[in-house]
């Protein structure tokens, strides 16, 4: 009888469900950023969703659509609860507590609007994928990262603040007139313009734009770090844990311990 011995050079196939889950969520082959994309697309969409809200939400469309993505983050989760490698591993991702808060809003759109403006962290998702690193990395652009994340992260907080003080504050006006003046008065304080024709009512409202005016000028300033600051790669050292370093480094600058940054053969 012959025995097959299986050839320790092929790549084994998928033994569960959980395998092919964690190979979309985590992989950089041609398949996992297909699909990374097109979740990244989707959440784009959502974002969308939270941006129209208001415009939409004296509409019928408005709860059809609200059911529709609800089930969609529902069905995400899911899918990493199924992935996860563990409970505590899955708690320990601030995504997981952001996600649930989200379908909550989604499934009591009226009892927790408060709450909504948390759906503009799907976009800080996508600046921390690894779909983003290794796209600008094939597309040649890997010294961009840092910037786009910078933009990234002051664009999402562009968002969270301005649904905060809409939903807080303007949510009672008509959706475009209360959308516009959260805009408004969320960029002008962020930019420390301070034109003061809209403002803030009471404690909660001077406080708010205490918040938003320190942790804006802070992202603006990370960002313009980004922008003019050496690109750099970040590869932690084994010995003395310096987190970034050149591209082109053989030693590390802070313990002179030899380094082995791969280059993707570039």
């Not at 301070?194 to 990370?222: E, H, N």
């Amino acid at each position: 009888m012959r025995i097959l011995v299986p050839n320790p050079t092929i790549k084994p196939r998928f033994h569960s469900f959980r395998d092919l889950l964690r190979r979309v969520e985590r992989g950089r082959d041609a398949m996992a950023l297909r699909w990374q994309a097109f979740f990244g697309i989707v959440d784009l969409a959502i974002l969308a969703f939270f941006l129209f809200g208001p415009y939409l939400r004296s509409g019928r469309s408005y709860l059809i659509i609200d059911y529709i993505v609800a089930v969609w983050i529902g069905g995400e989760l899911l899918l990493r609860i199924i992935a996860a490698p563990s409970w505590r591993a899955l708690l320990r991702r601030p995504m997981t507590w952001i996600d649930i808060v989200i379908l909550a809003t989604l499934l009591f759109p009226h009892t927790l609007y408060n709450f909504a403006f948390l759906r503009a962290m799907r976009l800080w998702a996508i600046g921390n994928s690894t779909l983003l690193r290794v796209g600008l990395r094939r597309m040649g652009y890997p010294h961009v990262l840092d910037v786009v994340r910078a933009l990234i992260n002051l664009l999402v907080f562009l968002f969270i603040v301005t649904g905060f003080v809409y939903t807080s504050f303007f949510y009672n006006r008509p959706g475009e007139e209360g959308f516009v003046d959260a805009l408004y008065f969320t960029v002008a304080t962020i930019t420390t313009t301070g034109f003061g024709d809209i403002t803030l009512p009471g404690t909660a409202g001077k406080l708010t734009s205490v918040i938003t005016m320190i942790v804006g000028i802070s992202l603006f300033v990370r960002l313009a770090q980004a922008v003019v600051r050496p690109y750099k790669v970040h590869f932690p050292c084994p010995n003395c844990g310096l987190q970034r370093h050149e591209t082109d480094a053989v030693h590390c600058k802070a313990c002179g311990n030899i380094l082995r940054i791969p280059d993707d053969g570039d």
